[in-house]
Every structure is written in structure tokens, then in C-alpha cells.
């Protein structure tokens, strides 16, 4: 298989740091490296002006860094609520995306598009999930996601209480006299 090498213009999880040179498959670098601005086409004349460049940019992504961690610091145990309908048995009908959390999170103060969440498969089960947000590529915050049936739920679940709410045990703790039972 042919590859093209770039040159990276911030770190990418899994391929490398900002300044790197490195080979990817092309339609990694043609749809999602260029389009985005994460790298250049490591030609002779873009290897030069990278270099040219590389104190700036470097200036600029420690400056994006910086205001990511003071962002990452402010909102540090951030947790959101996410209500949906679900079985006896706590399934989902239907799921959580990444776009349903960017939208709780922004609603909760931190403002965050779909491709920050970091959510390998979709939430399908009520309780508490962690799921990671990527504020900068070198930084990433741990929000708690909490899915329940309705915002009692949700408070019970936060507390660390598991299942349903409890149910009377017998008709006498619910207040119903005791059945009348039958003499033989």
C-alpha cells in the first residue's frame, strides 16, 4: 500500500507530535490531516516554511495549551445528566452519542462540539460513565456521564444508590392492613 508523508503541525493521538515527519495511508492525509490543518504535505518547500514557521507555531499551541488546562482546571469533576427512556432492566431505547454529551456539557458551562468527546461506543445502559473530552490535543478532561429515567433518578444514581427505587416490601410497610387470612 502507497503512503504520503506529512509533516504534523500538532501532536495526533497514536501518529505524533507537532514537527514530525511521518507516513500515513492518503486518504488519512487527503481527508482528514489537510482538510483539518493538522498537517502539511512534507514537500521540499513545506519542510522549508514549517521550519521557518516552527517557533510561531510552536508559540501558538503552547498559548492553546495553556488556555485548555485553565479550562480543564475550572471545570475538573464536571458531571452531566443525560435523560432517556429505558427497560425494566436499565437498556436504553435507543443510545447516547457523542453529540448528546457535547450538548449536556455545553449546557452545563463547558462548550464543546461533537468531535471533542471522545466515546468509543454508544452509551446503551443507564448509570455513570466516564467519558473523555479532548480540549487540545495534549489535553484532556474525564466527565461523568450520568444517564438515568427522570432527575430523581439521576440524584439516587449520583449518590451512589443502585437499581430502582425500593419498593414497599410488603402491603403492611405500604400502609395496607394485612390480609385477612383464612381459618381452617
Given at each position: 500500500?502507497?503512503?504520503?508523508?506529512?509533516?504534523?503541525?500538532?501532536?495526533?493521538?497514536?501518529?505524533?507530535?507537532?514537527?514530525?515527519?511521518?507516513?500515513?495511508?492518503?486518504?488519512?492525509?487527503?481527508?482528514?490531516?489537510?482538510?483539518?490543518?493538522?498537517?502539511?504535505?512534507?514537500?521540499?518547500?513545506?519542510?522549508?516554511?514549517?521550519?521557518?514557521?516552527?517557533?510561531?507555531?510552536?508559540?501558538?499551541?503552547?498559548?492553546?495549551?495553556?488556555?485548555?488546562?485553565?479550562?480543564?482546571?475550572?471545570?475538573?469533576?464536571?458531571?452531566?445528566?443525560?435523560?432517556?427512556?429505558?427497560?425494566?432492566?436499565?437498556?436504553?431505547?435507543?443510545?447516547?452519542?457523542?453529540?448528546?454529551?457535547?450538548?449536556?456539557?455545553?449546557?452545563?458551562?463547558?462548550?464543546i462540539g461533537?468531535?471533542?468527546?471522545?466515546?468509543?461506543?454508544?452509551?446503551?445502559?443507564?448509570?455513570?460513565?466516564?467519558?473523555?473530552?479532548?480540549?487540545?490535543p495534549e489535553?484532556?478532561?474525564?466527565?461523568?456521564?450520568?444517564?438515568?429515567?427522570?432527575?430523581?433518578?439521576?440524584?439516587?444514581?449520583?449518590?451512589?444508590?443502585?437499581?430502582?427505587?425500593?419498593?414497599?416490601?410488603?402491603?403492611?410497610?405500604?400502609?395496607?392492613?394485612?390480609?385477612?387470612?383464612?381459618?381452617?
Amino acid at each position: 500500500m502507497a503512503s504520503v508523508e506529512v509533516i504534523l503541525l500538532q501532536r495526533v493521538e497514536k501518529l505524533g507530535q507537532m514537527g514530525e515527519v511521518v507516513k500515513v495511508r492518503p486518504g488519512f492525509a487527503r481527508n482528514y490531516l489537510l482538510p483539518q490543518k493538522k498537517a502539511l504535505r512534507a514537500t521540499k518547500e513545506n519542510r522549508e516554511r514549517f521550519e521557518h514557521q516552527r517557533v510561531e507555531l510552536e508559540a501558538q499551541n503552547l498559548k492553546r495549551r495553556e488556555e485548555a488546562q485553565r479550562v480543564a482546571e475550572r471545570v475538573a469533576g464536571l458531571s452531566v445528566v443525560v435523560i432517556r427512556q429505558a427497560g425494566e432492566a436499565g437498556n436504553l431505547y435507543g443510545s447516547v452519542s457523542a453529540r448528546d454529551i457535547a450538548e449536556a456539557c455545553t449546557a452545563a458551562g463547558l462548550s464543546i462540539g461533537r468531535p471533542q468527546v471522545a466515546l468509543e461506543h454508544p452509551i446503551k445502559t443507564l448509570g455513570l460513565t466516564e467519558v473523555r473530552i479532548i480540549l487540545h490535543p495534549e489535553v484532556s478532561i474525564g466527565v461523568i456521564v450520568n444517564v438515568a429515567r427522570s432527575p430523581v433518578e439521576a440524584e439516587r444514581q449520583s449518590r451512589g444508590e443502585r437499581g430502582p427505587a425500593r419498593e414497599a416490601e410488603t402491603d403492611e410497610e405500604a400502609g395496607f392492613p394485612a390480609a385477612e387470612q383464612p381459618t381452617a
